[in-house]
């Protein structure tokens, strides 16, 4: 499907709650992984107000030298695209906002969260609301009419551009990793070994769906686990992977407190491990993880577009109990096992069943899978592209 025309634009699930605080706060915020549709969204949501990318170095250097005359050749309400290259103009919106207390008056967006986030820590606590935005969801497609297979949402991914511009999966996502590590990277940290860094963001897209052992990955790559602990925070801080933490609360020395570690476009993560054709994915034999991938960012979606906390984890068991994802709200649980099946089978749902015995707060149980909805005894079996509603009828529903 194409969608080149403004009125063919696919249809974000962000923008009511976005239109929305930037009726109550002075300065929103807006995160997100490059090219996920920062930009088009601001101007989509708010087409009356002035705009100004920071990525230009001559507005870059007037944000730097002069930004007296920065404000008055873009005056609120404004939208300023990649603040986070110019941290120091946060301080001069401060001083605005301040003197003129009116929502509604900038929106930031951001690719790299450390220094726009430590920014607005230092200059605008209290003024900006913050949000985030990941590539297209499974439920924004169908909105706008594109329905796919499970193969075919892993293989193509859901970055904007590959939809509104028909373009080839493999040559996006090569350019799009590609931009990364070689602009995007050298931003945030100076990283002297640059093959053992692209060895690293490959090895870990060969272990999505998994826990993550940085000192086994040490000794594969030859280099220490403190470097790739800090590389893994550079991948996090630009939003290529998404780190699911372990939920552990009462349950002592059981638990594995490592992260799993997940991509934010499963695209992506396949692409890195070689798959070149629609073919390749069923024969895959980490499918099992990509699906996984793809429906644990889909339910992190579909929090991020409620304007809600993450409040995703896994958890692991030294009985052999596991189960993939947990959403904790308002301090009740609801569990979802995920499998890359197209055929219902009961066995899926074991570790559900074994986990809710011994745990009284579990509200609901769902096993999220390639085939069509069906009723579990005690759990229900969802097709993946449920995902989101389930997700976000869990904030719905408690108060």
């Not at 080149?4 to 249809?11: G, L, S, Y």
């Not at 899978?369 to 993946?384: C, E, I, K, V």
Request: glycine share 6%.
């Amino acid at each position: 499907m194409t969608c080149t025309r403004e009125q063919d634009m696919i249809e974000r699930s962000l923008t009511r709650y976005f239109q929305e605080l930037a009726r109550q706060f002075q300065v929103v915020t807006l995160l997100g992984p490059r090219q996920s549709g920062k930009t088009t969204l601001c101007r989509a949501a708010f087409p009356g107000w002035g705009y100004v990318n920071l990525e230009l170095p001559t507005n870059r250097q007037l944000a730097a030298q002069d930004p007296s005359l920065f404000f008055k050749q873009f005056p609120p309400p404004v939208v300023i695209d990649e603040a986070q290259r110019t941290p120091e103009l946060l301080s001069h919106i401060q001083v605005m906002v301040d003197e003129k207390k009116q929502a509604g008056q900038f929106i930031l967006t951001g690719s790299h969260q450390p220094r726009l986030v430590e920014g607005i820590s230092q200059s605008l606590a209290g003024r900006t609301a913050i949000l985030t935005l990941l590539p297209f969801s499974i439920a924004e497609l169908t909105a706008a009419g594109v329905t796919f297979d499970r193969d075919e949402y892993i293989f193509t991914g859901f970055l904007p551009r590959i939809y509104d511009q028909s373009l080839p999966p493999t040559r996006v996502y090569e350019d799009y990793y590609r931009t990364y590590v070689e602009r995007d990277v050298r931003l945030i940290m100076n990283i002297s070994n640059q093959l053992a860094f692209e060895m690293f963001v490959k090895l870990l897209a060969g272990r999505v769906g998994q826990v993550v052992n940085l000192h086994s990955l040490a000794g594969d790559i030859g280099v220490s686990a403190t470097t790739l602990k800090s590389w893994l925070s550079v991948l996090e801080a630009s939003f290529i992977t998404f780190r699911l933490p372990c939920y552990y609360n009462n349950f002592g020395k059981r638990i594995t407190k490592a992260p799993k570690i997940y991509f934010t476009d499963v695209g992506l993560a396949a692409h890195l491990l070689g798959i070149e054709s629609l073919s390749q994915v069923a024969r895959d034999p980490l499918l099992g993880g990509l699906f996984e991938n793809m429906v644990v960012i889909e339910a992190l979606k579909a929090r991020y577009n409620a304007g809600k906390p993450a409040n995703l984890y896994y958890f692991r068991g030294q009985n052999g109990v596991e189960v993939d994802l947990i959403l904790d709200w308002a301090r009740r649980l609801y569990l979802f096992e995920i499998k890359a099946s197209m055929t219902a089978d009961p066995s899926f749902a074991r570790h559900l069943l074994h986990f809710m015995k011994d745990v009284s707060a579990v509200e609901a149980a769902h096993v999220l899978y390639a085939g069509q909805d069906w009723p579990g005894r005690g759990y229900s079996f969802a097709h993946f592209s449920d995902t989101e509603r389930l997700v976000t009828e869990v904030g719905q529903n408690i108060p």
